[in-house]
């Protein structure tokens, strides 16, 4: 009787565990949607076969990461997020801006390493800008006491900081049309090692402005909304700390 009842409770256990397992994978290798609040980050191993040139250079080459999917009125944003030896690294594909215009095109993403309980970005806020037919990224730090700077400073970037724009098309996974894009590579010791960041994104295609949060979106640009009122980027594995 006992041995029976082990048996049973071993079969239990082994299906709560696969049914665990098969939530996880589907996180991690579907992504989730951006409704539901947070956006996971998974490590990966290729991030190697990168070429930061603001676009899909190979089919597979962001197939190794998370898929988040930002849907809006008027269009969808892709969103592939990943970490691998000390850098967090972002794909922003923006499959509705079919325009070109240089530099006024652009896109920020913007991480907080504190509480986000403040209400205006502190030393903790870093943001980080690429803009389209650019190769040079841009640094913005919180604790500057000036409004109309929504509260950040222009700073020098890590050396290792990449932060690019341009035009995707014949490789990219979802539409060949030309369209913008931006890829960026963030080291994780100028934010610091931790398994969840505060997180704000945003989009810029000539007055068309794509956030997420997606309530800050609009046709002009805002003023940065409190960290507080940020989503969040968790590795759900918790491996951006693990030694």
């Not at 990461?65 to 850098?87: C, M, P, V």
């Not at 913008?180 to 402005?209: H, L, T």
């Amino acid at each position: 009787m006992n041995n029976q009842f082990v048996g049973i409770f071993g079969i239990i256990l082994a299906i709560i565990l696969v049914s665990i397992l098969v939530v996880y994978a589907e996180i991690i290798l579907k992504g989730m949607d951006y409704e539901e609040g947070i956006i996971p980050i998974t490590i990966t191993n290729t991030m190697g076969k990168v070429e930061f040139d603001g676009q899909w250079s190979h089919y597979d080459e962001w197939k190794s990461t998370t898929l988040t999917e930002l849907k809006y009125n008027d269009g969808k944003i892709i969103l592939r997020s990943a970490h691998q030896d000390g850098f967090l690294y972002f794909l922003i594909d923006d499959l509705t801006d079919f325009t070109y215009n240089r530099i006024a095109d652009r896109a920020m993403i913007c991480l907080d390493s504190g509480d986000k309980s403040g209400k205006k970005p502190d030393k903790s806020v870093w943001c980080y800008v690429a803009a389209r037919g650019s190769l040079n990224g841009h640094t913005l730090n919180g604790g500057v006491h000036t409004v109309w700077m929504n509260y950040l400073g222009l700073v020098k970037s890590h050396p290792e900081y990449i932060g690019v724009g341009g035009t995707s098309g014949v490789n990219d996974r979802y539409i060949i049309t030309p369209h913008a894009a931006y890829e960026f590579r963030i080291p994780i010791e100028q934010i610091g090692f931790q398994d969840s960041y505060g997180f704000y994104m945003q989009v810029v295609n000539g007055d068309n402005v794509k956030t997420f949060p997606e309530e800050f979106s609009g046709e002009y640009l805002r003023k940065l909304p409190s960290p507080s009122e940020w989503t969040s980027i968790i590795s759900i594995d918790k491996s951006i700390t693990k030694k």
